[in-house]
């Protein structure tokens, strides 16, 4: 198994695995595609969906997240069908993981504390957001 480090940071780590191969379906105009694992595999997945995580630059991106069953992992997509992810926090690394109602009081983003750095990320409603933050 190979793990890269993405951004520099020992916390955020991109993983790539021989297991990986095998979720392969296709290809479709050059861009590998992924079996649709998250609805057929509930071994793996615990939670998907989209959210929207926030960019240091405060722009906010729409991205599919997901945890593993073990809760040891969050990883984020481009979109859903993205055979590879844009990164994957480990979560047993990450310090507090809480509803963020100082900067967003409609109760609909968390924030993670990853090495001293709150990232944000927004649900679609308050409901939503409690089903990420447990």
């Known amino acids: 198994m190979t793990t890269l480090l993405a951004n520099n940071n020992p916390s955020l ?3 790539d695995s021989p297991a990986l191969s095998e979720a392969f379906l ?9 079996l ?10 615990m939670q998907a969906g989209y959210l929207y995580k926030t960019c240091r630059t405060g722009k906010s991106q ?5 945890v593993t069953n ?3 992992s969050l990883s984020y997509y481009k979109c859903r069908g993205s055979a590879v992810a844009l990164a994957t926090i480990h979560l047993a690394k990450t310090g507090a993981i809480t509803v963020a109602y100082e900067s967003d009081p409609s109760g ?13 990320v927004k649900a679609d409603s308050p409901q939503l957001c409690s089903e990420w933050v447990v």
């Open 13 to 15: 780590l991109i993983v």
């Open 108 to 120: 609909c983003t968390f924030s993670i504390e990853v090495l001293g750095r709150a990232y944000f």
């Open 62 to 66: 729409r991205r599919f997240f997901s």
């Open 36 to 45: 649709d694992h998250f609805e057929d595999d509930d071994s793996r997945i």
């Open 26 to 34: 296709s290809t479709e105009n050059g861009v590998p595609t992924l």
């Open 70 to 72: 073990e809760g040891t």
